[in-house]
């Protein structure tokens, strides 16, 4: 009896250390796609088109810390990329695809429709 219950106990031990193993591969080959910048925008978030006033609107969040001017001093300037780029960025923050803890917690509260207000904002601002 006491033999039965061990192995019991054995094989559910294999079992969920298998389950582990699985899991952690699948995480360890997602995170390879990410890094091999695999991240794709899909054609009906790049068709959506963006109300340049909203996005000046929202702008203001983002200029505390990225300077209007297009300067680059530490924080990476985002004025006057092709809207393309822009909506692409913002979405591999939001999906984690892209790493960075700031840029991952302000995307997360925007909408599809909002990253492409920013996007053809900023674009707009040539410096
Ligand atoms: C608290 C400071 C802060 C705020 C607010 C902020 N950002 Fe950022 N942003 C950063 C930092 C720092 C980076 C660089 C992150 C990295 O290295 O990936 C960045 C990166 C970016 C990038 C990619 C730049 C590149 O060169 O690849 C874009 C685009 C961007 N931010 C847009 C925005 C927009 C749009 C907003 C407003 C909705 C915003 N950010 C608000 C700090 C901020």
């Not at 991952?104 to 909408?111: G, P």
Request: hydrophobic share 40%; with cysteine; net charge negative.
């Amino acid at each position: 009896m006491y033999n039965l219950i061990m192995k019991y106990l054995i094989s559910v031990l294999s079992i969920s250390i298998l389950c582990v193993n699985l899991f952690g591969f699948y995480v360890f080959a997602s995170e390879q796609v990410n890094h091999e910048g695999g991240f794709e925008v899909s054609d009906e978030i790049l068709a959506i088109v963006g109300d340049i006033d909203y996005g000046e609107y929202l702008s203001s969040e983002c200029t505390t810390c990225h300077h209007a001017q297009g300067l680059d001093e530490g924080i990476p300037s985002i004025t006057g990329w092709p809207v393309e780029s822009f909506v692409w960025a913002l979405h591999s923050y939001r999906s984690g695809a892209r790493n960075h803890p700031i840029m991952e917690m302000i995307t997360q509260r925007l909408s599809n429709e909002e990253i492409a207000s920013l996007a053809i904002f900023f674009e707009s601002m040539n410096n």
